[in-house]
């Protein structure tokens, strides 16, 4: 008899669940919101009932004995904990309807999947530390199994920072954060400064907007004041200075008139301020650890490319790794390998798997009918074939790709993206005005063979993931303009032959084509919307919009013109 073990994410937000055999190997996890197509998905359970059913009735059909364990993300409710709620940044009543929204779903997870299971889930639900299931998601795909592991999110059970020591794959906690002082509210109050929404997690647009702007000083100073680093821990400041200082910067706040590039200033001092807080942090982690040449990060604030890819140059550390999902949809991966580890009684967690397509294929059936009734123009193509692909990107097709399984994370990798030719510089305008609909200021990703990465990028490092935001060098700028951002930098993701062996080969047709194996890599999906779950998602996208072509796995779909 085979025993599973479902992670579940319950922080209220970002729900998602993963699963992990006896072997200790995660076989699925995705985020529910690709399956309901419902942005973070806030208040929805990580068991939602169809999307856990979507995949555990194929996995018991085939191993008709399977039997789960259950595990949250969470250890504790935190409606429950005697904490008052801080107003000093961001306001109360949303900190209080998050709280209210992890208590419901941590008090009842698992209910669908007992519904669901009967007899074969075994005991009550389990529950794990929040930072721990980050540290041990982080450590999953890991290339290291000695170092640190630095987890710096919104929240955690009593503090917002935590580190780890990482030992022939043992993780051991060495200190953690007490109290309000996170990193992630920091940026959350100033993305809303800057005129965007922390609720719709778009931090990533003030990144973004920050390389068109200069850092101020005066600015830089007032906002790292709201937080204190002390021996790598958080601490907020005292409440006199942060209300001096959220009052200062408050009239600054974009007003709905105010056009976009009239926050650049304030985006680049907040991301300067992050830089110099998160800075600090490490200074002090090498004080700490001077002989520690690996580093593993974990936590929301892991998703800041911007800053991470300065961290090997500027720390010292000869590796770097972030996972796929760094974020809280990442921890149902984490919860379900510390249950494993539990039953198993395995100090040493499982480690260096790299691959990201760990989510749902596109269903066959729904090719099929596609195929047969949309009116659409169908091209079945060889299985693994890249050649027709690469010569039409090259020729400026726009194409949707959803073939494969899909990646775990907020990133699209080459199963569910919008992949085009970055050597015109008109490309990235006409995304956005025939398909995304974003903001003309935000870069476009670049993906690249990972063993040509040091040809096109200084600082070259493995970036599976589009973890790190690498600067170009000089003279390859000119040759994919779309994917340079304004300050020279490119969100980079390295493809390996061994975990991407399809997008990998394309990268290579489509630089036999153009002398230039670079493809501008967006998600597959259209403004405000989770990147596309079912063939039925492509089609409607390939329809909705300017979008040339879809691939479907094998199929390669055309609008009749």
Known sequence: M???YIGLSTSGHDPSFSIVNSDGQVIFAEATERFLQDKRAWGVMPDHIGHIESALKPLIAKDRHAEFLV????KSIKEELPVEISDALLPASLGEWIRRQQGYVQAKAGNHCRMMLGERMLGEVRHYDHHMCHAANALYSSPFIDGLCLVLDGEGEVGAASLFELNDGALKRAWRSWGPGSL???YGWLTELCGFSTRHGEEWKVMGLAAYGQADERLVAEIKSIMQVEAGRLLLSDTDRIKTVVCSLQRLAR???DPILSQTRLAMSAQQAYKELVDQILYDIKDQYPDTSNLLLSGGCALNSLYNGGIKRQHGFEQVHAPSAPADDGNSLGAAILAWAEDNKATRLSHGHLSPYLGSSI?????DAIARHSGLAVTPLPEGSVDLIAKE???GKVIGVARGRAEFGPRALGNRSILADPRDPEMKDRINGIIKGRESYRPFAPALPEELVQDWFDDAQPSPYMSFALPWKEDKRSQ????VHNDGTGRLQSVSASVSPWFHSLLHAFGGITNAPVLLNTSFNVMGKPIIHSAHDAVSVLMSTGLDAILLDA?????KR
């Open 2 to 4: 085979n025993r599973y």
């Open 71 to 74: 595990a949250t993300s969470w």
């Open 184 to 186: 992630g509210a920091l």
């Open 255 to 257: 007003k709905p008139e």
């Open 363 to 367: 269903a066959a059936a729904d090719i």
């Open 393 to 395: 990107l090259a020729a």
């Open 480 to 483: 994919v303009p779309a994917v």
């Open 555 to 559: 199929h390669y779909i055309q609008k």
